[in-house]
C-alpha cells in the first residue's frame, strides 16, 4: 500500500494571499508579518494562520489578536473567508482526484490520496508526490507539503516533518532515524493533556512511547494509550475513505462589539446584519436550513444559547431573522452584550423533497425572489452595492461585508488550522 498525504501551508493565510494578488492587491502577505485574524477594529480575535515572517516574533496559532499585536505591533491582519477556503480546498482536490480516484479529504485544507493502483500509471510515487506539489504551486498559487508512506498515519507524520514547500518520505525503516527523536506531542493523536501524562512517566520522544510496554501503558491511558504506542511504532490498518465533499454541518456569523449593548432594538440590528450573511453564504451553497441557533456573550464572558427547529426548512434572510430574534428574546437577561452570534445547521438540498405550508407561500415566493436578486447585485458590484434601509441612518450597526466579523465560521468534519 502506498499512500500520500497532501497538506496546504497555512492554507487560511495562503488562500488569503493568492486571492488578494488575483484582485490587484500589490503585497505578497505571505512575505510579511501578517496573520488571519478577527476584526482588528473590534476588541478580540483568535490568529488562525500566520505567515512565516510573523512567526518569527513568536506569534502563534490560537493565540488573541491582542498578545499577538504585543508581540509584532506592525502585524498586518486580515479577515477569514471561510466560502473562498471552500472553494480553493475543492480545485485542490480536484488535481489530486486526477492522480487517484481514491482521495479522502481529511480536513479543509488535508487530503490523503491512496497511491497504490496508480503507481502502475504514473510511476514512481515520490515523483509523482513532487509533481503534484508543484503543479499546485503552478496553478493554483500557494504551496502544499507531501508525505509518502504506506499508512495514512505516517504519510500524515512525513509531511509534517519541515515546512514548507516540501516532499517527505516516512517508511518504517525510516521511523526510528525521522520520527523517534521528535518530541511525544508532535504524535498524532497526544494531546496537550495526554502529553502532559506521558512526560510525568519521563516519557519524552516518540522513541520512548514506542519503547515502553503497551501494557503498561493501557493501564494508564486504557484504550488510548494502546493507540499512541502503535502509531508512535508506525502501526495504522486504516484504509484511505472516499469522501468527495468536505462534512459542512453548519453555517453562522458572529461579532464581538465594539462596545456592549444593552438596548434591545440595537442588538436585533446586529442580528439582522449577521442574519443577512448566513442567509446569503446559505443560499450559495445552495442548502436550506431546518434549526436555527442564536448565541450571546455578555460583558462578563458568560456565554449561552439557544437553539430553534423550524417546522419548514428555509434559506431566507428574513425568515433566519425573525427566528433569530425569538431565540434572542428568550434567552436574553437584560445584560450587557460583548458578544452575538447567528448559525443555522440541519441542512437539506433544495432538490429534496420538502414539507410546504399552506399559508404564506405567495409571500416566501417573493422573499426568495428578492434575496435571489439582492445576491447577484451583491455578488457583481460587492456587498456595500446594497443595504437595507434599516441600516442607512444607524451610526453603529452597519451591514455585515465579507469577513468583516471576527467570528466568520463553517463547522466542519476534521479539524480547521
Same mark, same amino acid.
Given at each position: 500500500?502506498?499512500?500520500?498525504?497532501?497538506?496546504?501551508?497555512?492554507?487560511?493565510?495562503?488562500?488569503?494571499?493568492?486571492?488578494?494578488?488575483?484582485?490587484?492587491?500589490?503585497?505578497?502577505?505571505?512575505?510579511?508579518?501578517?496573520?488571519?485574524?478577527?476584526?482588528?477594529?473590534?476588541?478580540?480575535?483568535?490568529?488562525?494562520?500566520?505567515?512565516?515572517?510573523? @512567526?518569527?516574533?513568536?506569534?502563534?496559532?490560537?493565540?488573541? $489578536?491582542?498578545?499577538?499585536?504585543?508581540?509584532?505591533?506592525?502585524?498586518?491582519?486580515?479577515?477569514?473567508?471561510?466560502?473562498?477556503?471552500?472553494?480553493?480546498?475543492?480545485?485542490?482536490?480536484?488535481?489530486?482526484?486526477?492522480?487517484?480516484?481514491?482521495?479522502?479529504?481529511?480536513?479543509?485544507?488535508?487530503?490523503? $490520496?491512496?497511491?497504490?493502483?496508480?503507481?502502475?500509471?504514473?510511476?514512481?510515487?515520490?515523483?509523482?508526490?513532487?509533481?503534484? @506539489? %508543484?503543479?499546485?504551486?503552478?496553478?493554483?498559487?500557494?504551496?502544499?507539503?507531501?508525505?509518502?508512506?504506506?499508512?495514512?498515519?505516517?504519510?500524515?507524520?512525513?509531511?509534517?516533518?519541515?515546512?514548507?514547500?516540501?516532499?517527505? /518520505?516516512?517508511?518504517?525503516?525510516?521511523?526510528?532515524?525521522?520520527?523517534?527523536?521528535?518530541?511525544?506531542?508532535?504524535?498524532?493523536?497526544?494531546?496537550?493533556?495526554?502529553?502532559?501524562?506521558?512526560?510525568?512517566?519521563?516519557?519524552? /520522544?516518540?522513541?520512548?512511547?514506542?519503547?515502553?510496554?503497551?501494557?503498561?501503558?493501557?493501564?494508564?491511558? @486504557?484504550?488510548?494509550?494502546?493507540?499512541?504506542?502503535?502509531?508512535?511504532?508506525?502501526?495504522?490498518?486504516?484504509?484511505?475513505?472516499?469522501?468527495?465533499?468536505?462534512?459542512?454541518?453548519?453555517?453562522?456569523?458572529?461579532?464581538?462589539?465594539?462596545?456592549?449593548? /444593552? %438596548?434591545?432594538?440595537?442588538?436585533?440590528?446586529?442580528?439582522?446584519?449577521?442574519?443577512?450573511?448566513?442567509?446569503?453564504?446559505?443560499?450559495?451553497? =445552495?442548502?436550506?436550513?431546518?434549526?436555527?441557533?442564536?448565541?450571546?456573550?455578555?460583558?462578563?464572558?458568560?456565554?449561552?444559547?439557544?437553539?430553534?427547529?423550524?417546522?419548514?426548512?428555509?434559506?431566507?434572510?428574513?425568515?433566519?431573522?425573525?427566528?433569530?430574534?425569538?431565540?434572542? %428574546?428568550?434567552?436574553?437577561?437584560?445584560?450587557?452584550?460583548?458578544?452575538?452570534?447567528?448559525?443555522? /445547521?440541519?441542512?437539506?438540498?433544495?432538490?429534496?423533497?420538502?414539507?410546504?405550508?399552506?399559508?404564506?407561500?405567495?409571500?416566501?415566493? @417573493?422573499?426568495?425572489?428578492?434575496?435571489?436578486?439582492?445576491?447577484?447585485?451583491?455578488?457583481?458590484?460587492?456587498?456595500?452595492?446594497?443595504?437595507? =434601509?434599516?441600516?442607512?441612518?444607524?451610526?453603529?450597526?452597519?451591514?455585515?461585508?465579507?469577513?468583516?466579523?471576527?467570528?466568520?465560521?463553517?463547522?466542519?468534519?476534521?479539524?480547521?488550522?
Amino acid at each position: 500500500m502506498i499512500v500520500m498525504h497532501i497538506d496546504a501551508n497555512s492554507a487560511y493565510l495562503s488562500w488569503t494571499a493568492v486571492n488578494l494578488l488575483q484582485n490587484g492587491y500589490g503585497t505578497d502577505i505571505r512575505e510579511i508579518p501578517s496573520a488571519i485574524a478577527g476584526d482588528p477594529n473590534n476588541r478580540h480575535g483568535i490568529i488562525l494562520a500566520k505567515s512565516i515572517p510573523a @512567526k518569527k516574533y513568536g506569534i502563534t496559532t490560537g493565540e488573541s $489578536l491582542f498578545e499577538a499585536r504585543r508581540k509584532c505591533p506592525e502585524l498586518q491582519v486580515f479577515p477569514p473567508e471561510f466560502d473562498l477556503y471552500m472553494k480553493c480546498s475543492q480545485e485542490m482536490f480536484n488535481i489530486l482526484k486526477e492522480y487517484s480516484p481514491l482521495v479522502q479529504r481529511y480536513s479543509v485544507d488535508e487530503c490523503f $490520496l491512496d497511491y497504490t493502483l496508480s503507481e502502475r500509471k504514473f510511476g514512481d510515487p515520490v515523483k509523482t508526490a513532487y509533481e503534484i @506539489k %508543484d503543479r499546485i504551486k503552478n496553478e493554483l498559487g500557494y504551496t502544499v507539503n507531501v508525505g509518502v508512506s504506506c499508512n495514512k498515519l505516517l504519510a500524515k507524520m512525513g509531511s509534517e516533518l519541515k515546512k514548507p514547500d516540501r516532499v517527505h /518520505t516516512l517508511f518504517p525503516e525510516e521511523i526510528e532515524e525521522k520520527m523517534w527523536p521528535l518530541p511525544v506531542e508532535e504524535l498524532f493523536m497526544v494531546g496537550r493533556a495526554t502529553a502532559k501524562k506521558l512526560k510525568k512517566m519521563n516519557i519524552n /520522544t516518540i522513541g520512548d512511547l514506542a519503547r515502553t510496554d503497551v501494557i503498561y501503558l493501557k493501564s494508564l491511558l @486504557k484504550s488510548h494509550g494502546e493507540l499512541v504506542w502503535n502509531y508512535a511504532n508506525g502501526i495504522d490498518p486504516s484504509p484511505v475513505t472516499v469522501n468527495d465533499e468536505i462534512d459542512q454541518k453548519g453555517i453562522g456569523n458572529s461579532m464581538t462589539l465594539k462596545y456592549d449593548v /444593552t %438596548d434591545r432594538k440595537e442588538a436585533k440590528m446586529f442580528l439582522l446584519s449577521l442574519s443577512e450573511r448566513v442567509g446569503m453564504r446559505l443560499r450559495k451553497h =445552495g442548502f436550506k436550513a431546518g434549526l436555527v441557533s442564536v448565541t450571546v456573550k455578555s460583558s462578563g464572558f458568560e456565554k449561552y444559547s439557544h437553539q430553534m427547529k423550524l417546522y419548514t426548512y428555509t434559506d431566507s434572510t428574513t425568515e433566519i431573522y425573525k427566528y433569530a430574534c425569538r431565540l434572542f %428574546d428568550q434567552c436574553w437577561k437584560g445584560e450587557p452584550i460583548r458578544l452575538l452570534g447567528v448559525s443555522v /445547521t440541519n441542512f437539506k438540498n433544495p432538490d429534496e423533497p420538502e414539507q410546504i405550508s399552506m399559508f404564506g407561500e405567495e409571500k416566501k415566493e @417573493k422573499e426568495q425572489a428578492l434575496d435571489k436578486a439582492i445576491d447577484a447585485i451583491r455578488e457583481r458590484y460587492g456587498q456595500g452595492a446594497i443595504i437595507r =434601509g434599516a441600516f442607512a441612518n444607524h451610526q453603529n450597526v452597519k451591514p455585515i461585508e465579507g469577513g468583516v466579523n471576527d467570528g466568520n465560521y463553517i463547522m466542519m468534519g476534521g479539524h480547521e488550522e
